[in-house]
């Protein structure tokens, strides 16, 4: 259920103004100490941020997916390391419970997850598996009422801070494939759980990601997403439905705030006796950048209300994702070409922005993964109609 309009318009202010005013002036810090304050990431859980995507009767506050990727653009005009935060409890640490979760499962963590009392993780890729994600390696073998699961996941988000894992096991032989992938809810804390060290990364600092290793950890059957075996493919393909417009709203609050420095750049800085505004090959840049934005915001948005009437947008939000991500990429590089010098120094947010965008195009399904999910449904559904 969306939410009316003036309710959304409130929330869509409130949130602004939490970006701009708060967590703008401390993107450099942020980069910097490689840390979100705690004091922040208490502010985002009194705004509701943890639960935005989270049903009302769960404690969230129940956006649907045309409100969602407006927030989305709102939240994405600052450094992305602070969606990140709360990002896996609003997109692929809850939306597996909430999507194919048993009620129980529901019960138990949905509310501690839109309140950000815990925060949820979604464990899929391996060190040997990652676009291939039928392929699985990790075993989860049944010993009477509970699996025991064994292997390494990596580049975990959020796993240092997780309550909650949503880890993807094969309970079936490797000939399986994708039918014998099932999706578990291990807590964090259980016996045998170990977190790797913290990555150093490129970009996206204040963000944090890390190996998940499972030494003999038991987990009840209960714990099974929906309590079937062998449907977390499919959970997990669901996830990544709604994550991939979730991301590609995020990837075009960055373009917007990147024409944004285009333009203030262009206006204060001068070259031959006038502002580079001026110059027409510096408008080009601006007026391509600003262009992609429009036709990304565009896609993402009509995407969105055709995921909340029920259409299926799988293909969709994989084009959604390809285009709004590699956009992104491109309008970041013209930020940095108009900064000139300056923009590869990192007192400018175009320097930082550069190397946070880079990730949009890997995560949730490289930009290849998209372009094979678009085609072979494209296909499958035209040798479907014959
Ligand atoms: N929603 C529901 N079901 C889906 C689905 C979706 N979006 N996509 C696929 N499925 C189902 C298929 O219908 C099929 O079901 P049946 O066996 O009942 O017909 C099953 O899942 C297997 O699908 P498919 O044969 O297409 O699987 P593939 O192994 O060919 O894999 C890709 C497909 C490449 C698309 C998948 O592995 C993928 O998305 N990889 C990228 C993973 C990723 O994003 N990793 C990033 C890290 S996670 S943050």
Known sequence: MALDTDTLNQLIE?????????????????????????????????????????????????????????????LGYTAPAFRSAFGTNV???????????????????????????????????EPDVGSDAASVKMTAKLDGDTYVLNGTKRFITNAARAGVFTVMARTGTVEDKAKGVTAFLVEAGSTGLELGAPEKKMGQKGAHVCDVIFNDVAVHKDQIIGGIPGQGFKTAMKVLDRGRLHMSSIAMGMANRLVDEQVSYAIERKQFG???????????????SRTEYLAGKSMVEATAARYDAGDKVSTDASSCKLFC??????????????????????DYAVERFYRDVRLLRLYEGTSQIQQIVIAKNLIKDAEAKR
């Open 14 to 74: 409130t949130v602004r103004r939490f970006v701009r005013e708060r967590l703008i002036p401390l993107e450099q810090e942020v980069d910097a100490n490689d840390k979100i304050p705690d004091e922040v990431i208490e502010e985002m859980k009194a705004l509701g941020l943890f639960g935005l995507s989270i049903p009302e009767n769960y404690g969230g506050l129940g956006l649907a997916m045309s409100d969602e990727v407006l927030i989305g653009q709102e």
């Open 91 to 125: 997109g692929i640490g809850s939306q597996g419970i909430l999507i194919d979760g048993t009620e129980a499962q529901k019960q138990a963590y949905l509310p501690k997850l839109a309140s950000g009392e815990i925060v949820g993780s979604f464990a899929l890729t």
């Open 274 to 288: 006038s502002k580079i505004g001026d110059f027409q090959l510096i408008q080009a840049m601006i007026a391509d």
């Open 325 to 346: 991500t590699e956009a992104v990429g491109r309008i970041a590089d013209r930020a940095v070409q108009i900064h000139g010098g300056a923009g590869y120094i990192s």
